[in-house]
């Protein structure tokens, strides 16, 4: 990859300190959190790889991805990312408690803790305003908050959910979202949590391979949901991000429902147009996780199925045990691709600024 390719990585994990999120969180629900037992939790796979990468760890003892200044430095600096989205780690699972008051207080503190200790810190930052999803109307108020706030560019929940995402009951959030231009995304992880359903159709997996490696199923549902309930019919500005749900089950699921469709449209009357062409124009999936078939060719024969140069983004999930660094990312992605995937295309979602005149030809001269 050439040195001067802009990045800009759509997922990267910083680790909210438990102690900050007190100072921004009111009574009853601090002392509750205080206490411990306000997540609910996971679902106890073993991963022998920890969710987290061995190295990114400084001499000291000090996560990299728990400090503003190391993340910028350590992983920033050394690959030149232009822009970060921070995905806050461990915080989608408090969207499911049970008690959505409490909820929805801690997620508040988290975009507190992002707002005040984070985007000061770099540049290069911007957050994400998590929201409990369980509780649309209070996710709308938390949208209304912190919509207008320039460092804040996307609205973020589980892709564990009670209900898949098209429905109705949603409006709020994405009603909310587009009145600010927020894109919506959702992160896997959180499926089988809390108050969502079984991470399976089939019920609970027995190993984290399983379960990791059925996460898609999730996506396909919200997908399918979004396409044919309307979503982008009633929201027509709105985009939605697939972050860590893969790449490859997208056009075979276009066709699937493009043909379902022609039959059956007469069921969802509102969807005027094949439910592909709305999927293209607003759906955004992430790299990581990239399929890495035995032929490279199969997976550039796959991103030549639908419109690649505008719904991939480059994402590291970083710190994550299987995340990708940029160069790795950029090597399996045919050539005219490679920048619009590794920054145009999040450039334009996030609406974040273009570089410098001097970079861009830089950049243009190395390529």
């Known amino acids: 990859m050439p040195a001067q390719t802009s990045i800009i990585d759509s997922d990267i994990h910083n680790a909210i300190d438990r102690k900050r999120i007190l100072d921004f969180l009111p009574e009853p629900w601090n002392t509750r959190f205080r206490s411990g037992s306000g997540s609910p939790g996971g679902l106890g796979f073993w991963n022998p790889n ?10 000291d003892g000090t996560r990299i991805e728990s400090d503003p200044k190391l993340l910028g430095s350590e992983f920033l600096d050394v690959y030149g990312v232009e822009y970060a989205i921070l995905n806050p780690s461990s ?7 049970p008690e959505p008051d409490f909820a929805c207080a801690v997620v508040s503190a988290i975009n507190d803790v992002t707002v005040n200790d984070w985007l000061p810190a770099d540049p290069r930052y911007r957050g994400s305003i998590v929201v409990s999803a369980s509780d649309p109307l209070q996710a709308a108020k938390e ?3 912190l919509g207008e706030h320039p460092g804040m560019v996307q609205v973020l929940m589980g892709s564990g959910a009670r209900f898949p995402y098209g429905q109705r009951i949603y409006n709020p959030i994405y009603e909310a979202a587009s009145a600010y231009n927020l894109p ?11 108050v969502a359903g079984p991470p399976t159709a089939s019920g609970y997996p027995s190993s984290y391979l399983e379960w990791h490696t059925n996460l898609v ?7 399918i949901s979004l396409l044919t309930e309307g979503t982008f019919v009633k929201f027509p500005n709105l985009k939605f991000i697939l972050v860590e749900g893969g790449i490859a089950w997208l056009p075979a699921l276009m066709w699937r429902l493009d043909k379902n469709w022609k039959a059956l449209r007469m069921t969802v ?15 955004r999936l992430t790299t990581q996780p990239m399929e890495e078939p035995d032929k490279p060719e199969h997976l550039k024969a796959v991103l030549d199925m639908f419109p690649a140069d505008k719904m991939v983004m480059f994402s590291s999930d970083y710190p994550h045990w299987d995340g990708d660094t940029p160069d790795f990312a950029a090597r399996a992605l045919p050539r005219d691709l490679r920048s619009r ?3 145009e295309t999040a450039r334009e979602t996030y609406g974040l600024p273009a570089p410098s005149p001097a970079t861009a030809a830089k950049a243009t001269a190395a390529d």
């Open 269 to 283: 009357p509102w969807v005027e147009r094949p439910p592909s062409e709305y999927a293209y124009e607003h759906f």
């Open 341 to 343: 995937v590794m920054s």
């Open 184 to 194: 919506v995304a959702i992160h896997p992880g959180s499926e089988g949590v809390g």
């Open 91 to 97: 915080t989608l699972q408090y969207g499911l408690s």
């Open 143 to 145: 949208i209304h908050r």
């Open 50 to 59: 920890g969710v987290m990468r061995r190295d990114a760890v400084m001499p």
């Open 217 to 223: 199923g999730s996506y396909i549902a919200h997908a």
